[in-house]
């Protein structure tokens, strides 16, 4: 089992930055991969970045040279650092983990972004 703590929402106006914190514990040394996901009002949940253990990171065309994932081992955190925030990004963001043999997916309890225009 994994458990997320995420961190970091907020409200921001167009053009701002923000940062997303998602700490694991529980089964660490499983995880495969790490990333993050959102869901605007009405809409599926999309992903935004992620990050496999020893792979190359993947982004969403939305959010190409905008976001940057990163991770840090050491503290079993992966980070979302957004600028150039449109009103668009407004979502509630969940930290995603995949973890063990058969990968099952973790999810964390999601953190509110809204970007005023």
């Known amino acids: 089992q994994v458990q997320l703590v995420e961190s970091g929402g907020g409200l921001v106006q167009a053009g701002g930055s923000l940062r997303l914190s998602c700490a694991a514990s529980?089964?660490?040394?499983?995880?495969?991969?790490m990333g993050w996901y959102r869901q605007a009002p009405g809409k599926q949940r999309e992903l935004v970045a992620t990050?496999?253990?020893?792979?190359?990171?993947n982004y969403a065309d939305s959010v190409k040279g905008r976001f940057t994932i990163s991770r840090d081992n050491a503290k079993n955190t992966v980070y979302l650092q957004m600028s150039s925030l449109k009103p668009e990004d407004t979502a509630v963001y969940y930290c995603?983990?995949?973890?063990?043999?058969?990968?099952?997916?973790?999810w964390g309890q999601g953190t509110q972004v809204t970007v005023s225009s």
């Open positions: 529980g089964s660490i040394f499983s995880i495969n991969a």
């Open positions: 995603n983990v995949k973890a063990g043999i058969f990968p099952k997916d973790y």
């Open positions: 990050m496999p253990s020893g792979g190359k990171t």
